[in-house]
């Protein structure tokens, strides 16, 4: 692949500072970027060191106006760079067609060029769109439906009736559609609640590895469209999590919670069941919610609170041996004061 630098100007719609004909061949990293690579400084640290890096060209935000190196001035630096990353490294096109090593249970409805690899497993009823890609070890249980431009890495498993929609990718190791945990009580006894729903998955969403998303009682379990997971997310039975919105590693959701659009929580956040979060919250790592949060909050901590509050509590928290130490001092103070003042009264 070789592009000018105008032309990635284009299609990014940046501006370029420099010689805009130059040939690029390659990108990479800050640091280790050669002669004819492109890079990007987005940072405060890595702004201040443009002329440092051995790339031919730099993609920086539009407040950096002079540089040594070719400048491609754009609006947001991370998202220019996904796009000529994607250009320079496009995703491997598979195999087309279906193995003969796969299984394929009866009344399977298929689009144009699927691929399913040795090892994967379709159940009965199953409609699977164009382009879809299966991989090793993949099970693809009965009456699950499966949109276009789907891919879905080595040993996912789809549960049966859970519905997948178009430009989904699902990471390797993932389980959608497994029972929601759902037991009730008789005496010392537990019996388990048939949980009969399925989960239901929009467009454009990506499932990080290792995720659990679990079907609902009744219902649905819905992750709206656009929404991103990192690896190690637990998402419970009868949750909606809404549109663009992140979930980073290790983060659990409790069942029949609502999240609401462009909210991110960060990893290993909690979420006790049956509370609400709003739309564009932010919600700090390893932070324990119990109760709902309004829309446009930013929480931390346990139990939650605001985030400004947290850091506060979290300043004092180190001092607290210290300062029960002084409060003990002064209790003893007080009370010699107190029989002193006694004895003077006497």
């Known amino acids: 692949m070789e592009l000018s630098v105008r032309r990635i100007a284009e299609l990014v719609r940046g501006e370029v500072v420099g010689d805009d004909d130059f040939i690029i061949r390659g990108v990479a990293p800050f640091e280790d970027a050669g002669p004819d690579d492109i890079t990007f400084a987005a940072s405060g640290g890595y702004k201040k060191r443009i002329d440092e890096t051995h790339a031919a060209a730099v993609i920086v935000p539009h407040e950096v106006r002079e540089s040594e190196k070719i400048l491609v001035r754009v609006e ?31 009344n399977l409805r298929r689009g144009i060029d699927v691929s399913v690899y040795p090892g994967a497993f ?28 789907v891919v ?62 679990d079907r609902a009682t009744f219902g649905s379990t819905r992750i709206k469209r656009g929404v991103k997971t990192d690896n190690l997310v637990h998402i419970a039975h009868n949750v909606v999590v809404g549109e663009d ?36 919250v932010t919600i700090g790592g390893q932070s324990g919610i119990r109760k709902s949060i309004s829309d446009g909050e930013t929480v931390s901590g346990t139990p939650g609170m605001p985030h400004r509050l947290w850091l506060r509590v979290s300043n004092i ?30």
């Open 76 to 106: 947001n630096p991370s998202f220019a760079l996904a796009k000529v990353s994607a250009l320079f490294h496009p995703v491997r096109r598979p195999m087309v067609g279906i193995s003969s090593d796969a299984h394929v249970g009866k």
């Open 122 to 149: 379709i159940g009965d009823d199953v409609t699977l769109g164009d382009r879809v890609t299966l991989h090793p070890g993949v099970v693809i249980d009965n009456r699950v439906v499966v949109g276009d431009d």
């Open 152 to 213: 879905v890495y080595p040993n996912v498993s789809i549960l049966e009736r859970c519905e997948i929609g178009s430009r989904v990718v699902i990471h390797a190791g993932t389980v959608i559609g497994s029972d929601g945990f759902g037991f009730a009580a008789d005496g010392d006894r537990y019996h388990k609640i048939p949980q009969v729903g399925n989960v239901r998955i929009d467009d454009d969403v990506e499932i990080g590895a290792c995720n659990t998303i």
């Open 245 to 280: 919105t992140v979930l980073v590693g290790q983060v659990g959701i409790s069942g029949s919670v609502t999240i609401g659009n462009h909210a991110i929580l960060a990893g290993q956040a909690g979420i006790a069941g049956h509370v609400s979060i709003g739309n564009r």
């Open 317 to 346: 928290i180190p001092k607290l041996p210290e300062m029960k130490k002084k409060l003990r001092d002064l209790e003893g103070r007080v009370e010699e004061l107190e029989k002193a003042l006694k004895k003077k009264e006497c």
